[in-house]
C-alpha cells in the first residue's frame, strides 16, 4: 500500500469515529430531553423535611414517614433522584428555599401569595382549610347544672320573677279592700297571695283557692290570663334554647365566636395571618401540641390551624378532653417548596401529577387521614 492511500485513510476514519461520538452525545441528550430528567442521577439533593403529624412524622429508628413522605419517595424513585433529609421548622424551610440550601421542602407547607414571591411551588397535593380545636363541651348532669346557672338562665328567670310580682302588686291593690279574705292583712301577706294567684293563673294550674271579685280586678285577670299565654310559650323556649346551647356548644362554635377568646396558634402561620386579619387576639406556641395541651387548663379559648394536622393530633393525642369543631374555613393547599425558578419544577411536576392519579396514592392517603 502506498503513502497516498494512508493519508487518505487515516482522515476517513478520524471522520467516522469524530460522528459516533457525536451520536453517541446527541442521544443522551434526547434520552435526559425525552425524561425530563434535569438533575443527574449522581447529584444528591438537599430536602427539607417538617416534623407535622400525620405528613411527616420521624420514627423511633430514625426514618420519616407520613403522607408528604411517602409521597416525595414515590416521586424520586420514579425519577430516580438521590437526596438526603434535612430537619427543619417552618422558618428553616422558608429560609432554606430562599437562600438555595435545600432544594426542596417536603412538609405540610401551604401555598400563599406571599411566600410565592420569593420561592416556587409544586402542583398542589393536597386541599384543605383552617379549622378551631375547642375543650369538650360537657354532657349530661353536669351540663344541665352550668345551664341551670348561665347568664341567660338566671337573667330569663329573673324577668319573669319581676313580670309575677308586678301583677300580683296590682291584684293586691285592687282586692284588698274589697277582698279581704283572699288578699288582706299585712302588705307582704297581700303581696304574696297576689303573687301566688298570678303564677298559678299563668302556668293554668288555677287551684281556685283564690280569685278577683272586683270588676277591676276580673278585667285585670282576663289580660293576664291572655297574656300568660305569650309569656309562658316564650319562658320554655328561652329556656331550652339556652339549655340545648349549653349543652352542644361552648364559648366557641365558629370563626365568628373566636373574637370572645384568646386563640392559640404558631407564628409564622396561614393560621397566624387570618388571626391578624381579623384582629383577634393570638398566643403563640412552639407547637401545635403545645397549643392544644393548653386549652384544659383555659389558658386559651381555642386552637386554629390546619384541620386534618389539627385532627390528626386530637384524635391521637388529646383523648376526650378536646374536639374539632365540624367544617373548616379558609382553604389551604399544600405543595412542595422549590427554590425560585428551580429546573427541578417541571420534572417534578409531571411525576407527581402521575402519582396522585394512581389508585394506590388514594389508599395511602386513607390509612392517614380517613375517608
Known amino acids: 500500500m502506498t503513502l497516498t492511500y494512508y493519508l487518505k485513510t487515516i482522515p476517513r476514519i478520524f471522520t467516522c469515529h469524530l460522528r459516533g461520538k457525536m451520536r453517541l452525545i446527541f442521544s443522551g441528550l434526547l434520552l435526559c430531553i425525552i425524561t425530563g430528567q434535569s438533575y443527574a442521577a449522581t447529584e444528591t439533593l438537599q430536602v427539607g423535611v417538617r416534623e407535622i403529624p400525620p405528613f411527616v412524622m420521624k420514627q423511633p429508628d430514625g426514618r420519616y414517614t407520613g403522607v408528604s413522605i411517602e409521597l416525595w419517595q414515590r416521586i424520586a424513585s420514579q425519577m430516580n433522584l438521590n437526596y438526603e433529609y434535612h430537619s427543619k421548622d417552618l422558618a428553616g424551610l422558608l429560609e432554606g428555599l430562599k437562600s438555595g440550601e435545600l432544594d426542596v421542602a417536603v412538609a405540610a407547607l401551604t401555598v400563599t401569595a406571599e411566600r410565592e414571591q420569593y420561592l416556587d411551588f409544586s402542583h398542589p397535593f393536597h386541599s384543605s382549610g383552617l379549622s378551631i ?57 297581700g303581696v304574696g297571695s297576689g303573687f301566688w294567684w298570678s303564677a298559678v293563673t299563668m302556668t293554668t294550674v288555677g287551684y281556685g283557692d283564690k280569685a278577683p271579685v272586683t270588676a277591676a280586678g276580673r278585667f285585670v285577670a282576663i289580660l293576664w290570663m291572655f297574656f300568660s299565654v305569650i309569656t ?42 387570618y388571626l391578624l386579619d381579623n384582629g383577634i387576639r393570638a398566643q403563640y406556641y412552639e407547637s401545635i401540641n403545645s397549643a392544644l395541651k393548653a386549652l384544659p387548663k383555659q389558658q386559651i379559648g381555642a386552637v386554629v390551624y390546619d384541620e386534618p394536622i389539627m385532627r390528626y393530633l386530637v384524635n391521637t393525642a388529646a383523648g376526650d378532653s378536646l374536639e374539632v369543631l365540624p367544617g373548616s374555613f379558609v382553604r389551604q393547599d399544600y405543595a412542595f417548596g422549590l427554590p425560585s ?31
Request: positive net charge.
Open 133 to 189: 380545636a375547642v375543650p369538650r363541651t360537657p354532657s349530661g348532669a353536669w351540663a344541665t347544672l352550668r345551664a341551670a346557672f348561665s347568664l341567660e338562665f338566671v337573667s330569663a328567670l329573673a324577668v319573669l320573677v319581676l313580670l309575677l310580682m308586678t301583677v300580683g302588686v296590682i291584684i293586691w291593690l285592687l282586692e284588698r279592700r274589697a277582698n279581704p279574705g283572699q288578699f288582706g292583712g299585712k302588705p307582704h301577706e
Open 232 to 273: 309562658i310559650s316564650g319562658f320554655t323556649a328561652t329556656i331550652a334554647s339556652v339549655f340545648t346551647v349549653q349543652q352542644l356548644s361552648g364559648p366557641v362554635s365558629g370563626p365568628n365566636d373566636l373574637n370572645r377568646v384568646i386563640v392559640g396558634t404558631l407564628r409564622g402561620s396561614t393560621s397566624e395571618k
Open 341 to 371: 425558578s428551580s429546573k427541578l419544577r417541571e420534572p417534578l411536576n409531571r411525576a407527581l401529577l402521575e402519582t396522585l392519579s394512581d389508585p394506590a396514592w388514594s389508599e395511602t392517603l386513607e390509612s392517614y387521614l380517613g375517608k
